[in-house]
């Protein structure tokens, strides 16, 4: 690993946590967060009233917004069916190569407010549903159940956050659910958005198997020795099943967006904005499922800040060799 400074202000009162650390580090727990794709030519035209998310310095401050772009409902799209090393499914692919990621903006009660993430959230242990891959304990670098549970939480993560259920008939290889918004699914949703049900449970009861297939392992990321609050964070990439449509249901946001990957003027941490320019690199999603086949998620990504003799702060992101 080498280590490669990173050209982002960052917020005063995480320079100030960087400046007075003294240790020990807290413990990081484990968490999995989802960058969902559609193709760009599946967006609809936006409505008079809504607004896309406006530029920002390369900061992660959050600044003031009056509102945010909402997610557009998803045109039908030709379906792809790939050899066994692709992920087969109903997911949407563009026909022009173009494509969005779709994102939140975090509440501004929670920490780091104003910022804008990719759906996620922490790894429930107990919760490790069965999985088609065979191969996630290798691809994440920890034994096989906290791998199913890995996996597992981000699926959870995007239907809670998102209405994206990863997920399609026990008796139908190959296909997806359909529409998750109805009555009985949203009853479902905030269930498992509860924890009175498990990802798990919630498959089973409805004849379903996870469509792990479609998450594609990006990269894992621990949070700084210097925050409280700490993750050992798996990033996924996913295709955006065109028999569904993403919907702001999240309770953790005041805002949801459709943006191009290469937009990078947008108030986020450094391993969201590093993840988005490493997708935007891939131009299409084909070349994003091919490039996520060689990527390393096992091996942690550490960010390190430097605090220099003059009080200076610089952030050091490690790059892979």
Known sequence: MTDSSFSMVLPPAMIKRAREFTGPPTPARPAATVVLLRPHSAAAQPHSNTAQPQPQSNTAQPQPQSDTAQPQPLDDASRVHSDASQPQSDAAQPQDGAFQVYVLRRATTMVFGGVYAFPGGVVDPSDSPSTIRTD????????????????????????EEAGILLAGPVDQPGRTVTDVSTADW????????????????????R?????????LPWARWITPEFEPRRYDTWFFAALLPDTQTARDVSGEADGTAWIDPS?????????????????????TIPAVVAAAAHRDAATPLNPRIEVTPDGQVILHLPTHP
């Open 186 to 205: 949203e009853d479902d949703r905030a269930a498992v958005l509860r924890r009175d049900l498990t990802m798990t449970d919630l498959l089973n009861r």
């Open 207 to 215: 004849g379903l198997r996870l469509r792990d297939d479609l998450l």
């Open 136 to 159: 996630w304990a290798d691809r994440l670098g920890v034994p096989d159940p906290q791998a199913r549970a890995i996996v597992g939480a981000a699926a959870r993560e995007l239907f």
């Open 263 to 283: 937009t990078t003027d947008l108030p986020m941490l450094p391993p969201t904005l590093r993840t988005l320019r490493q997708i935007a690199d891939c131009a």
